[in-house]
């Protein structure tokens, strides 16, 4: 598998920290940023932009966080003018089942919908159906 740069969006530590660990387990990462809200994630992406990053290839997102919600992220990402972004592959990663939730992500274009926590055998299903 080509490794990517990943990047983490999510404001519980103890997620990122455990996500990180199954990433690096996994192998499957050369980078991995983390924001613990949309609004710190935009900022990493128009860090990119500029230069200064490398552009997320995959991005986990929680959708429940403080100052910018997992939604309001997608919608701002969709609007950015960065080169690439559709090359990106959001994955939400949520302890949300709602069916809103999932109904609300698929209208806005995100297909790919995973529990907390995150195993590792549930985002090799994603990422093989994504090739």
């Not at 990119?48 to 990402?77: H, W």
């Not at 992500?105 to 529990?115: D, F, R």
């Amino acid at each position: 598998m080509i490794k990517k740069n990943v990047l983490l969006i999510d404001d519980d530590q103890v997620f990122n920290l455990l996500n990180q660990k199954t990433l690096q387990h996994m192998g499957i990462t050369n980078e991995i940023h983390i924001a613990k809200n949309g609004k710190e994630a935009l900022d990493l992406i128009n860090d990119y932009y500029r230069g200064a990053k490398i552009m997320p290839e995959v991005i986990l997102l929680d959708l429940n966080m403080p100052i910018m919600d997992g939604f309001s992220f997608i919608e701002a990402f969709h609007k950015l003018n960065v080169p690439n972004k559709e090359k990106t592959l959001i994955i939400i990663v949520s302890s949300s089942r709602n069916e809103k939730d999932i109904k609300r992500a698929e209208e806005l274009g995100v297909h790919n919908y995973l529990s907390k926590p995150l195993l590792e055998e549930d985002l090799k299903a994603v990422l093989n159906s994504s090739r």
